[in-house]
């Protein structure tokens, strides 16, 4: 038979030759399953690492596509003499090795070989079985028939292998239902028909070598009831917003208005305006070719998010299905379809190469050099210089050291969130502190959904818009709060006022850009509009998209581009913004005795920190899982981080140090409530501890955050 294996060994002990047709020797047959000794999985990948092996400049180089290697143990056989060939069966395929100098028969010897394609068995002929008949054979407990060779022999070994498997019937594409059909009389190829298919009229047409009487299969859209629309919900239990599948069999965000749905205690406002329904959504716009080249805001409720991924064949009732699902099973879920989605190792790798004196420049270049549909390939990392072999632990420093230089104020691409310090939010003046500000954002999104994707945990904190713009949430007032907290007060409290217009307002803000004043108008001609009463909900939507998204959207748009370059969209539809700040950094290491010891009490607790419902909120907090300890910390601090010296360190919307506090507040009715700005949470006056624990689950879960201006 032809060969086409291949052996290898470094140093010279063996090497691979074209077989010949008369051999020294009989073919020596190999069991891979009792000799066979796998190449280690940490090793290089031969010849595609010496191609590249050399070089030592900064960048991220291609690596040739190679089939995994299988070493085997082979005996030389006798009469073999140094220099000499002999065969070998290696998975049921010969191939030839040629006996290395100072070798003599009775050594073993190393064979490196490709991994078969297709399983190669061995089998003796029977006796009393002549060229050109068949004979059964059982394989892995399935009969087959092998048919003798010319000039093969009763007792004699030949080579086979099981037939191929026919083809699958086509696969039904995802949101799509299969239906056969049987061509009328009449219909030749290529001419359509009509039908009545699920209901409705269409047309099919007949496909080339088909004829009357023949079986044809096609597929239709599905198309589902009210009913059945209705029972797919993604509801999240965040700000009262939920996705619902549309007639379109696309995602489509509601409001779920709810008893819960707003917890806030103020008095009634004398302008309306609800600040969770007025809720927007960052909206890409594409070119011909699909690619994103703008982005804009639109109403929660007229964004659509696709329900498929392609290549795969998910489709909305298993996403639907799977974000009822626990944390710790949507990420296993996730796992397994970012493995589906990676590309094979044998198929191409990336080496990325830095100098540790410039990691930053180096990996922009790196990065941005690469074709998005590379993104899913195999990293492998260098530092230059530096002999360690990226097992795992060059990966996870390289994407430590890139992210906290990347998200560092100093460089000028973000700055620290008006309410946490801990977290980052996007500089809008960017452009001016680093001319190349948009691939670096482009970059930072590339390395976060890398990060995502292969398992990487990423040390810095965003706030909490950037991570709904990433997943394509409805933002609403309450996230201003994180951008400028001062902002977000004085404009709430337009709505106290009797008559806004005495105010003298105009739909312009005022921009400071280092040190230079630049009027923006919010709509045309907003210098000569004056803000009243009747226009000031259009006043609030506009201060909350401007400053949510209109001045930072080309940055916004790189590095959502960047993020989606390698995780899919819709495969993020199953968390919810929190969970997503848990995938991409971790559960939080939170020492409990730490979290007490640091912790303030005021109001009710004043000087109290052995009250009953202190010490209650302390057992049931003790009792959690992490994932539920870090909830909490999001719903009062804005963040799951933990500063690294500890919760002695959390800081306020100020800079200044801000402990956990807990506030006793008997105006607060049934829920607890969190102002993030000063770490607090406001607890009512819980008669039990099943009581707290029941309302303070629920208030971490639906995120029932409240405000309060102080």
Request: hydrophobic residues 35%.
């Amino acid at each position: 038979m032809g060969n086409d294996a291949s052996s290898s060994r470094q140093g010279g002990h063996v090497s691979s030759a074209p077989s010949h047709p008369a051999a020294q020797s009989p073919p020596v047959n190999v069991n891979p399953s009792s000799s066979a000794v796998p190449q280690s999985a940490g090793a290089p990948p031969g010849a595609s690492a010496a191609a590249t092996g050399n070089v030592s400049r900064p960048g991220a180089f291609q690596m040739a596509g190679q089939p995994r290697n299988q070493r085997f143990y082979v005996t030389i056989p006798r009469g073999v003499r140094p220099g000499q060939h002999f065969a070998v069966l290696v998975n049921g395929q010969q191939m030839m090795v040629r006996c290395p100098e100072n070798n003599r028969p009775g050594d073993r010897l190393v064979v490196t070989a490709p991994r078969s394609q297709q399983q190669q068995y061995v089998v003796t002929v029977p006796p009393n079985v002549r060229p050109g008949q068949q004979f059964r054979v059982v394989i892995n407990n399935q009969e087959v028939m092998v048919t003798c060779p010319r000039g093969v022999r009763p007792g004699q070994r030949v080579t086979f292998q099981l037939p191929q498997q026919q083809e699958r019937p086509p696969q039904t594409a995802p949101n799509h239902q299969m239906f056969e059909v049987t061509v009328p009389d009449g219909v030749r190829p290529g001419q359509p028909f009509a039908l009545i298919a699920n209901g409705q009229r269409v047309m099919v047409t007949c496909p080339p070598n088909v004829r009357p009487g023949q079986k044809i299969r096609f597929q239709l859209p599905i198309q589902l009831s009210q009913q059945q629309l209705e029972a797919i919900r993604l509801n999240y239990d965040k700000d009262g917003w939920m996705r619902c599948l549309g007639n379109d069999l696309k995602f489509h965000w509601a409001y779920n208005r709810t008893d819960g749905s707003a917890k806030d205690d103020r008095p009634a406002p004398k302008i309306e305006y609800e600040i969770d329904t007025h809720a927007f959504v960052r909206d890409f716009i594409y070119d011909d070719n699909g690619n994103r080249t703008g982005i804009r805001f639109i109403p929660a409720t007229d964004y659509a998010l696709d329900t498929t991924v392609k290549g795969t064949s998910i489709s909305y009732s298993e996403l639907s299905q799977i974000a009822t699902m626990p944390f710790t099973q949507k990420v296993d879920w996730l796992k397994a379809q970012f493995a589906n989605l990676r590309i094979p190792w044998e198929e191409g790798h990336i080496k990325l190469k830095v100098r540790r004196s410039s990691v930053l420049q180096d990996s922009m270049d790196a990065v941005e050099s690469i074709e998005a549909a590379d993104m899913r390939k195999i990293f492998r990392f260098e530092f230059l210089g530096e002999p360690a072999l990226d097992a795992g632990g060059v990966a996870r420093e390289f994407f430590g050291i890139v992210s906290e230089q990347l998200f560092n104020p100093d460089f000028g691409l973000f700055l620290y969130s008006s309410v946490n310090q801990m977290c980052m939010q996007i500089n809008p003046n960017s452009g001016i502190a680093n001319e190349f500000h948009l691939r670096y954002f482009h970059m930072a999104g590339r390395i976060l959904g890398k990060a995502l994707m292969d398992g990487q945990i990423t040390p810095v904190h965003l706030v909490q818009p950037l991570y709904k713009h990433l997943m394509g949430w409805p933002v609403t007032f309450r996230d201003l709060e994180q951008i400028d907290d001062q902002v977000f007060r004085n404009l709430t409290g337009l709505v106290d006022q009797e008559d806004v217009s005495m105010l003298m307002l105009d739909f312009v803000v005022t921009e400071d850009k280092l040190g230079v004043t630049e009027s923006v108008e919010l709509i045309p001609g907003g210098q000569d509009i004056t803000v009243d009463n009747d226009n000031l909900a259009q006043y609030l939507d506009e201060q909350l998209k401007y400053r949510t998204l209109g001045r930072i959207h080309m940055q916004l748009l790189e590095f959502c581009k960047g993020f989606y370059d390698v995780v899919p969209e819709p495969l993020m539809s199953i968390f919810d913004f929190q969970e997503l700040e848990l995938l991409l950094h971790g559960l939080p290491n939170i020492d409990m005795d730490d979290w007490v010891k640091n912790s303030e009490y005021t109001g009710e607790f004043q000087g109290q920190s052995n009250h009953k419902v202190c010490q209650w909120f302390w057992e049931v907090v003790g009792s959690l899982e992490q994932e539920q300890k870090a909830r909490l910390l999001q719903f009062v601090t804005g963040t799951s981080g933990v500063p690294i010296q500890g919760f002695a360190y959390l800081q306020g919307n100020d800079g200044s140090i801000r402990h956990f506090t807990l506030h006793g507040d008997k105006n607060v009715r049934v829920f607890p409530r969190a102002h993030t700005c000063f770490n607090r949470i406001d607890m009512p006056i819980y008669k039990s501890k099943a009581e707290l624990q029941k309302y303070l689950l629920m208030a971490i879960t639906m995120e029932s955050t409240g405000f309060g201006i102080e």
